[in-house]
Structure formats: structure tokens, C-alpha cells
């Protein structure tokens, strides 16, 4: 049984930065690949950032490009999303998600994590 447990939400002002933590277990972690999916209130699921097994490739939702980083750290069994110049648009709650492709990352994902809140107001 795969478990994803996200931590490093909370309350940001505006321009500030957070870092989210992913913990994967149950399974060799580097077989996966993994994203971030954030849902906001009153809105669909949207893809924010995937990253392949290795790292080797990532991809971005247009209204993260240049503020947000995945990445990946097989050994430590984490995957991370570094986001700075945060919005007040940013808010919503961010799911970590695993599938055994990059191209199946997404909004159907097969392993999801419970989520942690991010709110980004003054």
C-alpha cells in the first residue's frame, strides 16, 4: 500500500515563499513519478507541477512557470515543491499525487496524499 504525506503549508503573505514535503512509502519511491495538484475553493483539481521518475523531466501549469520547483529526491524518499512569489490566487489545498508514469500524472492520478492548506493572504 502506497502512503503520501504532504507537510509545509500554512499562511503566507503575499511574495512569500513556502516549500512543500512529500514522504512516499510502500514501494520503491523512485519507481514513481510525482506531482502537485492543488484545488481551490469552489474550483477543479488543476495540475501545478509533475516530475518523472528520475527527475529527468518536469512540467508546469502556465500560472506557475518561473515561481514554483518540483523535485525529486530518491534517497530520501520526499518530493518537494519549492514555490516562491506567492498570490493570493496560490491559495488552495496542495496534493501530492504518485502514478507509475510522468504522462499519467494528473487530476487522475492513482495514489493521492491528503492534502495541506496554503493560504496566501495579508
Known amino acids: 500500500q502506497v502512503q503520501l504525506v504532504e507537510s509545509g503549508g500554512g499562511l503566507v503573505q503575499p511574495g512569500g515563499s513556502l516549500r512543500l514535503s512529500c514522504a512516499v512509502s510502500?514501494?520503491?519511491?523512485?519507481?514513481?513519478?510525482m506531482g502537485w495538484i492543488r484545488q481551490s475553493p469552489g474550483m477543479e483539481h488543476e495540475l501545478v507541477a509533475a516530475?518523472?521518475?528520475?527527475?529527468?523531466?518536469?512540467r508546469y501549469a502556465d500560472s506557475v512557470k518561473g515561481r514554483f520547483t518540483i523535485s525529486k529526491d530518491n534517497a530520501k524518499n520526499v518530493v518537494y515543491l519549492q514555490m516562491h512569489s506567492l498570490k493570493p490566487e496560490d491559495t488552495a489545498v496542495y496534493y501530492c499525487?504518485?502514478?507509475?508514469?510522468?504522462?499519467?500524472?494528473?487530476?487522475?492520478?492513482?495514489?493521492w496524499g491528503q492534502g495541506t492548506q496554503v493560504t496566501v493572504s495579508s
Open positions: 510502500g514501494r520503491t519511491f523512485s519507481g514513481y513519478a
Open positions: 499525487a504518485a502514478d507509475d508514469t510522468f504522462s499519467a500524472i494528473g487530476t487522475m492520478s492513482k495514489y
Open positions: 516530475i518523472s521518475r528520475f527527475g529527468a523531466a518536469t
